[in-house]
C-alpha cells in the first residue's frame, strides 16, 4: 500500500506567511489549521481559508477528526466574529467559507451565532459571498432550517463523510439520516441556494455504497458534490483502510456526473473548502 508523499510548499511563500500572521494576530482559528489540510498552503497564498467559529474545542469525538475534543464550558470569543470581518476586509477576501465545531453544550448549537456572522458579513462586506460548512445541528434541525432559509448563504455545506453503514463508526454522535434531512429541507425553502456535500473516502466504503450515496444526494438536489481521501491525522485516528488511485477518483467523478451533479471534485488532496472549487 503506497502511502501519499507529503505536500510541497508553493513557491512564493510570502503571502502564506503574512496570512498566517494575520490569522494569529487576531486569534482566528480555521479549519484548514485543525483538520491539517494538504491544501493549507496553497489556500493561505492565495489569501483565502475557512473560518472555524465558535472557538476550537469539539463537543463531539469522531475518530477521523484532527479537531482538539473536550468541553468548551459554554465558552465563546465575542471578538471572534468583528475580527473576522477585520480580515476580509484588510485582505479584500471575495470569498470566505465559515465553519465551525460542533457545540452540544449551548441550547441552540451556536445556530444565533453563525445567523449573526452571515448577517454582519452580508452588511459590511456585501459583495463577499460566504460558504457555511455547517455540523448537523441534530438538536436543532428544524430552527437550522428556519435560520437558514431566511438568512441563506451563497452555499450551504452540509459534509456527509461516509455512507450510511459507516456513519456511525465515523461520526458516532451523528445521525445520517438528520444530515440528509438537513440538506434536503434547506433546497426544499430556499430552491436557489446551492448545496454541495463531501465524502472521504479510503475508510472501507464499497464503490457501489458510494455510488447509492450520490444517488441519495441527487434526489435530494444537492448541486456540489467533493470525494477526497481520508488521511490519518495522527496514529491515534482511524487507520486508512485504502488508498484510492487517480483511476478510481477519475471513474466516481464520471459517475457522479452522468447521476447528475453540476459540480463534481473528485481526487486524492480535494477537500469540501477547498479553495480551486469555490464558485466567484
Known sequence: MKKINSIKLPKNIKNNIIFYKYLKKHNLNTICEKLLCPNIYKCFNNKTAAFMILGKICTRKCPFCNIKKGKPN????????KNILKTIIHMKLKY???????????????????????????????????????????KNINLAIKIFSQNPPFIFNHNLETIKRLHNLIKPNSNFN???????????????????????????EH???????????????????????????????????KYLTKKEFKYLKYKAYKIGFKYVYSGTLIRSS???????
Open 274 to 280: 477547498y479553495y480551486k472549487i469555490n464558485l466567484i
Open 74 to 81: 459554554n465558552e465563546i470569543d465575542k471578538n471572534e466574529i
Open 178 to 204: 438528520s444530515s440528509i434531512n438537513l440538506l434536503k429541507k434547506i433546497k426544499q425553502n430556499n430552491p436557489n441556494i446551492i448545496t454541495k456535500s463531501g465524502i472521504i473516502l479510503g475508510l472501507g
Open 207 to 241: 464503490k457501489q455504497e458510494i455510488i447509492q450515496l450520490l444517488k441519495k444526494l441527487k434526489k435530494i438536489k444537492v448541486n456540489i458534490i467533493t470525494l477526497g481521501q481520508y488521511l490519518q491525522p495522527t496514529k491515534k485516528h482511524l487507520k486508512v483502510k
Open 96 to 138: 470566505v467559507t465559515i465553519t465551525s465545531v460542533t457545540r452540544d453544550d449551548l441550547k441552540d448549537e451556536g445556530l444565533y451565532y453563525f445567523n449573526k456572522c452571515i448577517s454582519e458579513i452580508k452588511r459590511k462586506c456585501p459583495k463577499t459571498k460566504i460558504e457555511l460548512l455547517v455540523p448537523d445541528f441534530k
